[in-house]
T-cell receptor, first 117, second 117 residues
Framework: AAGVIQSPRHLIKEKRETATLKCYPI?????VYWYQQGPGQDPQFLIS???????DKGSIPDRFSAQQFSDYHSELNMSSLELGDSALYFC????????????????FGPGTRLTVL | AQSVSQHNHHVILSEAASLELGCNYS??????LFWYVQYPGQHLQLLLK??????LVKGIKGFEAEFIKSKFSFNLRKPSVQWSDTAEYFC???????????????FGSGTRLQVQP
């Protein structure tokens, strides 16, 4: 079965640079979420999109922005990178309209490991 | 806002030992409950979930969890662990409601399980 795809899988940037992370949700999923997991930390919710509109906002820094495109893929744009942005960034997708067994279940991608030097 | 507490940060067991990981949540309304597992270097995988109905939920790989509403708890159990269960385990919740399919997860701090052969 198709899974959530994230690219790139690894990214190394210098301080003050920018980065763009991409997420391709499972086909027919209408909601995309972004989470940040720092070293030894639990995943923290950043932002989500439902049907291409921002749905919910968590602890996303003002330096970050995100959007969901017409093909439902999403991009997380990160500017003025700081050392503390080094983390694993997960994308997850879910559907509010599938069969009850999988409805509202979030499926996670493999993550993008961002290292800021 | 909801919060999740996992009391055991690091658990070391021998193979065939029984496992119980604690999870308590705090929220003023009804929640959906999840347990995710993260194997070293991998993404989050759903072990089991509770939305409603029978409070004893069976998941994959022999795991089960019991929702005790009066205690706001959703403890994870396995009768006999294997070396391959070595991983980090996260309890998570999101609010249940009309838009539950679009609500982000709040994770606990995780429990690192180490199973010794």
């Amino acid at each position: 079965a198709a899974g959530v795809i994230q690219s790139p899988r690894h990214l190394i940037k210098e301080k003050r640079e920018t980065a763009t992370l991409k997420c391709y949700p499972i086909p027919r999923h209408d909601t995309v979420y972004w989470y940040q997991q720092g070293p030894g930390q639990d995943p923290q919710f950043l932002i989500s999109f439902y049907e291409k509109m921002q749905s919910d906002k968590g602890s996303i820094p003002d330096r970050f922005s995100a959007q969901q495109f017409s093909d439902y893929h999403s991009e997380l744009n990160m500017s003025s990178l700081e050392l503390g942005d080094s983390a694993l960034y997960f994308c997850a997708s879910s559907s509010s309209t599938l069969l009850a067994g999988a409805k509202n279940e979030q499926f996670f991608g493999p993550g993008t490991r961002l290292t800021v030097l | 806002a909801q919060s999740v507490s996992q009391h055991n940060h690091h658990v070391i067991l021998s193979e065939a030992a029984s496992l119980e990981l604690g999870c308590n949540y705090s929220y003023g309304g009804t929640v959906n409950l999840f347990w995710y597992v993260q194997y070293p270097g991998q993404h989050l995988q759903l072990l089991l979930k509770y939305f409603s109905g029978d409070p004893l939920v069976k998941g994959i790989k022999g795991f089960e969890a019991e929702f005790i509403k009066s205690k706001f708890s959703f403890n994870l159990r396995k009768p006999s662990v294997q070396w391959s269960d070595t991983a980090e385990y996260f309890c998570a919740v999101n609010p249940r409601g009309m838009d539950t399919g679009r609500r982000a997860l709040t994770f606990g701090s995780g429990t690192r399980l180490q199973v010794q052969p």
